[in-house]
């Protein structure tokens, strides 16, 4: 009897062991497959690290060759339109005619000579310093201040041995003023004049801007009352041509 239950307890392990070997076969299966493919994602990672790491230590063409006079050039100089510019021509610019058009275009193209040939003969300018002073030039001009008075600065800045993002803070400057409405001639004074007093960089733009902010809050004040005087004299007018109600009976 012991020897019967005993075989029959052997044929239930045995027929346990035949039924379970399959799933257990699948189950390693599955975990192979699940360590293949999480090694092989692991490694189209590092793949993609490397390429990634590889364009980083490779600088692109348009970041090749660039040097210290190429990192001085003014931001937006090989791409067109310069950054700050509103308008690439000067207000009004519609109602020239072709010959108005013409002769600005000429006179830029003059100004631009000049100052080129001012910076050449001080010899203390870079061709990227020059190229930021033509640049503080076409800004100016292209916001409506006269090209004359923006060369007379800029020219008068390279003599003074302002560098080229200095002159265009100041152009900058100018052309804010003129923007709002301002009158470039009393401004373009007020520079010079604080340019033959020695000043420069952030304190000679610092002082531009203020001129103009202060100039601009008068001009609005005196529209304002402009405006404000003509209406009363309208008023005055009006209430002069209405009739009182006892005329109506004469």
């Known amino acids: 009897m012991k020897n019967i239950k005993w075989l029959l307890g052997l044929a239930v392990v045995a027929g346990l062991l ?3 070997s399959p799933a257990m076969a699948q189950g390693q299966g599955q975990k192979g497959k699940t360590a293949e493919k999480q090694k092989g994602e692991k490694k189209g990672r590092m793949g ?4 990634q790491k590889g364009q980083q230590g490779h600088p692109g063409q ?3 060759g660039k040097g210290k006079h190429d990192k001085e050039r003014p931001a937006g100089w090989d791409k067109g339109k310069k950054e700050g510019w509103e308008s690439d021509v ?12 013409a002769k600005w275009q ?3 193209d003059d100004a631009r000579e000049k100052v080129r040939a001012k910076g050449k003969a001080g010899k203390k300018h870079s061709k990227s310093q020059l190229d930021s002073a033509c640049v503080a030039l076409d800004e100016g001009v292209r916001a409506g201040v006269p090209i004359e008075e923006v060369s007379g600065v800029i020219e008068k800045g390279i003599g003074k041995g302002l560098k080229g993002r200095e002159m265009q803070a100041t152009a900058r ?4 003023g003129a923007r709002k409405g301002i009158e470039t001639a009393p401004m373009t004074t007020f520079v010079h004049q604080k340019l033959d007093e020695g000043l420069r960089g952030e304190a000679l733009s610092a002082q531009i801007e203020a001129e103009v902010e202060r100039r601009h809050a008068e001009k609005v004040k005196n529209e304002e009352m402009a405006a404000q005087q003509a209406q009363e004299a309208l008023e005055r ?3 002069a041509k209405a009739k009182k109600w006892w005329q109506f009976w004469k």
């Open 18 to 20: 035949i039924s379970g």
């Open 48 to 51: 993609e690290g490397q390429g």
């Open 62 to 64: 348009e970041q090749m």
């Open 90 to 101: 000067p207000p009004g610019w519609e109602k020239w005619d072709e010959a108005q058009k």
């Open 106 to 108: 000429s006179d830029l």
């Open 173 to 176: 400057a100018m052309a804010d």
């Open 237 to 239: 007018e009006q209430a």
